[in-house]
């Protein structure tokens, strides 16, 4: 195996740059065996396959930890010769060792052979330098490019909201106000208007024996036939409102065919529909 020039350690064959400081190494031929001397054993030879201060894996013949930087060439002391496996004697020096066990592979280490960033050789594991080109193997993790922060789009504004017109107030009755307006028969289109100044328009049947004669009479039409009482129902103002009141009659008020009920007063407004019993009208405000 060739020798670095610059620091000492042994590199395997071929290589170019020394993989423990990258120095360039020289070619040099590998020099011949000498001939083995009968009975002599080499000396022995320091191996560590893990670092005995951190326990990192070291490839043979390695002089100093990848890692932590600590010598490694402090062989363990041999242990005692028992004498057995030689007929004349223990030899004069221990037996020189077998080759060196696989290197333990730490959990999550990739199975791939790591390759040379700049020349693609292959290169052994734990290597600072490619043998090939001398190229730096540790190649500094990139920095994470701080990505900048996303705008917040500012809020939408409200959608308009159309404002709608309003509608004009009712005309307000004074108090006392009279009654104003008419009543149409719709079977013989006969216009019945209201007295002027009451405040409040009795609907019905006229009975002169017993002294009743309404504001509105239906006897001719069609009061008797239809069920009106004399008395039937009352039309009035209150506030802004005009309204009808059924007056406890014998066959009821009805407002746009809803039947009235007795004592309880319900608007009207103009266009509607009275039924006073069978007889039907359209009250008309003017």
């Given at each position: 195996m060739p020798i670095c020039p610059s620091c000492g350690s042994q590199q395997p064959d071929g290589a170019a740059f020394c993989d423990e400081c990258g120095a360039k190494l020289e070619e040099i031929a590998p020099?011949?065996?000498?001939?083995?001397?009968?009975?002599?054993?080499?000396?022995p030879t320091a191996l560590a396959t893990t670092c005995p201060v951190c326990g990192a894996p070291v490839m043979s013949g390695e002089a100093f930890c990848d890692s932590c930087g600590a010598k490694l060439d402090q062989a363990p002391a041999a242990p005692p010769y028992s004498g057995e496996g030689y007929a004349d004697g223990p030899p004069s020096q221990p037996a020189a060792p077998g080759p060196p066990p696989t290197p333990t592979v730490l959990a999550g280490t990739p199975d791939a052979t790591p390759v040379c960033p700049n020349c693609g050789a292959e290169v052994e594991l734990g290597?600072?330098?490619?043998?090939?080109?001398?190229?730096?193997l540790e190649a500094p993790a990139p920095q994470p490019t701080p990505s900048a922060p996303t705008p917040i789009p500012p809020p939408a504004p409200p959608p308009a909201v159309l404002s709608q017109p309003t509608p004009p107030p009712p005309p307000a009755y004074p108090s006392g106000a009279t009654v104003q307006g008419r009543l149409v028969v719709q079977s013989t289109n006969s216009t019945l208007p209201f007295p002027p100044g009451k405040t409040e328009i009795i609907v019905g049947r006229e009975d002169p024996v017993s002294g009743i004669f309404p504001d509105v009479d239906l006897t001719d039409h069609g009061g008797d036939e239809g069920g009106v009482s004399r008395q039937h129902a009352r039309i009035f103002v209150e506030g802004s409102q005009v309204l009808v009141e059924d007056l406890n009659s014998t066959n009821y008020t009805y407002v746009n065919q809803q039947k009235l009920?007795?004592?309880?007063?319900?608007?009207?407004?103009?266009?509607?529909?009275l039924r006073f019993g069978r007889v039907k009208l359209k009250y008309h405000a003017i």
């Open positions: 020099a011949p065996f000498p001939p083995a001397a009968p009975r002599a054993q080499p000396p290597s600072r330098f490619c043998d090939m080109c001398g190229a730096p009920t007795p004592a309880q007063p319900h608007p009207v407004k103009d266009g509607d529909e």
